[in-house]
């Protein structure tokens, strides 16, 4: 249905090329995508439903911060916080969705620092993040203790 056209794009972590890089990793761990929306469009920024069985994913993109911004890092810290605020204003606890924010690997410190597994895991939220090269790592509330332990 959606197709995948990551090495087509220049090496920059557009939120465009960090959503398609999710949109072609989401089979790999059993979604598929059903509604995509573009960054003028609003509502929720990948829609996908597992292919098994009725369960759904809502998953918010952020890119990287202009090069308008004073500072990379507190760009960064403020598209974090608004896509932590929109995924928030999106989780209805009766339809029982997942719910994930995709970022560049950049934000993967900030994460970290901001988020605890606990909350994660009660909101059923996940991050993905992407790198350079199109990689997507999925990091749920289990990978976000193990990587805070370690």
Not at 25 to 50: C, N, Q, W
Not at 83 to 94: E, K
Not at 107 to 127: E, G, I, Q, W
Request: proline share 5%.
């Amino acid at each position: 249905m959606f197709g995948c056209w990551v090495d087509w794009l220049p090496m920059v972590n557009s939120e465009d090329r960090i959503q398609n890089a999710v949109v072609c990793f989401l089979p790999s761990i059993g979604y598929r995508p059903m509604a995509l929306r573009t960054t003028k469009e609003p509502g929720v920024d990948i829609k996908a439903r597992h292919e098994s069985y009725s369960r759904y994913f809502e998953i918010e993109v952020k890119g990287e911060p202009g090069k308008a911004a004073k500072s990379q890092s507190s760009g960064r810290e403020v598209r974090f916080i608004t896509a932590l605020g929109q995924i928030l204003t999106r989780i209805n606890p009766d339809r029982h969705y997942y719910y994930g924010i995709a970022f560049p690997d950049t934000y993967k410190d900030l994460a970290m620092r901001r988020v605890d597994p606990v909350l994660m895991k009660t909101l059923r939220l996940s991050f993905f993040f992407v790198n350079e090269s199109g990689r997507v790592e999925h990091m749920d509330w289990r990978d976000m203790r193990r990587s805070k332990a370690a």
